[in-house]
């Protein structure tokens, strides 16, 4: 057994907790942007491009994150292309976060009313005029909310690429507590470092909503 002071234990797995941070930024980023192409798929008139989204969203929500993971760390491994763990943890939070923000973006969307794409359209405008000039800049208002409060799950969601070897914070805390038999401090000080992670951006999704919603109110 190594010795770890209390100190060593923090700085490790605040070593790896940048990982969390790196990986929960690339995913909410990447991912933001399928998602957006999602959307306009989900929401054209074409009904080819609608149910090309709906099947990507239906699979990518009807299975576990895990089992995702797995397909993409051993599923492209299987035509001899070598993926990397980092690789893998990325893409495949990326096509997972995707499938959920085009969805919660979807409802903001429709929640304009319909007078707008009304408007918009006698305007001459095309959908993607519509989109990007009349309806976006209204659903961004509703769409605040629940987007940063999903960024929370992205950054719970990394701790599954643990499972691959990905050396993000539950995978450091797995780590020093095989070196150190101390499962309870070690586990407990990673799970600290999850809460100051997501608890601020708990509250901020919280108070935004409570914000819009009553200005939506006056």
């Not at 929500?61 to 491994?77: C, D, N, Y």
């Not at 299987?78 to 959920?100: D, K, N, R």
Request: charged residues 10%; glycine residues 6%.
């Amino acid at each position: 057994m190594i010795s770890f002071s209390l100190w060593d234990i923090l700085r490790n797995l605040l070593l790896a907790g940048r990982w969390t941070v790196v990986l929960s930024l690339v995913t909410f980023l990447l991912g933001g942007m399928l998602g957006l192409l999602i959307l306009f798929f989900r929401t054209s008139k074409s009904g080819a491009l609608r149910n090309v989204a709906r099947i990507y969203i239906e699979i990518f929500q009807g299975t576990p994150l895990l089992m995702q993971l797995f397909l993409v760390f051993f599923g492209i491994a299987l035509f001899g292309i070598e993926v990397p763990a980092w690789l893998a943890a990325g893409l495949t939070l990326t096509l997972w976060s995707a499938s959920f923000l085009a969805e919660i973006w979807r409802g903001c969307v429709e929640a304009i009313p319909r007078g707008q794409w009304e408007a918009s359209s006698v305007l001459a405008m095309n959908y993607v005029q519509q989109m990007r000039y009349v309806i976006l800049p209204q659903a961004l208002r509703i769409a605040l909310p629940p987007t940063i409060g999903f960024s929370v799950q992205i950054i719970k969601g990394t701790a599954v690429t643990s499972i691959i070897g990905f050396v993000e914070l539950s995978k450091a805390a797995t780590v020093i507590t095989n070196a150190t038999f101390m499962p309870f401090t070690v586990y407990a000080a990673a799970g600290l470092f999850y809460f100051i992670l997501c608890w601020p951006l708990s509250r901020y999704s919280q108070f935004l909503e409570r914000k819009f919603h009553a200005a939506h109110s006056h």
